[in-house]
Nanobody, 126 residues
């Protein structure tokens, strides 16, 4: 099982980035996929989750209205489109997968996820 987050970079406030989570070694459509982030000196926090099966999506306060999660099971890819970026979005972003479907409260818990990828750095500054 492998996951790799990519697409990070440096942007100015108000800019956009699209992160990708490339997966291999398992059947993606059987897994929920979450995006987390961790900024220096801060706790890891959930950003968004897209479930297996019905594809139910959760956005957390830090992402609601600005970020969009999507998945392409045929390509084994999950995306996080991030718009209207703010300096406080600066963090290392990670993707993770958990088997089955997660309820909203479970999706916020790192322990709900079985596999994690290496992160990608997002820096938002002027």
């Amino acid at each position: 099982v492998q996951l790799q987050a990519s697409g990070g970079g440096s942007v100015q406030p108000g800019g956009s980035l699209r992160l990708s989570c490339t997966t291999s070694g398992f059947t993606l459509d059987s897994y929920a996929v979450g995006w987390f982030r961790q900024a220096p000196g801060r706790e890891q926090e959930e950003v968004s989750c897209i479930n297996s099966g019905d594809g139910r999506i959760y956005y957390y306060e830090n992402a609601r209205g600005r970020f969009t999660i999507s998945r392409d099971n045929a390509k084994n890819l999950v995306y996080l489109q991030m718009n209207s970026l703010k300096p406080e979005d600066t963090a290392v972003y990670y993707c993770a997968v958990g088997s089955g479907a997660l309820i909203q409260s479970s999706a916020t818990m790192p322990s709900s996820y079985d596999y994690w990828g290496q992160g990608t750095q997002v820096t938002v500054s002027s």
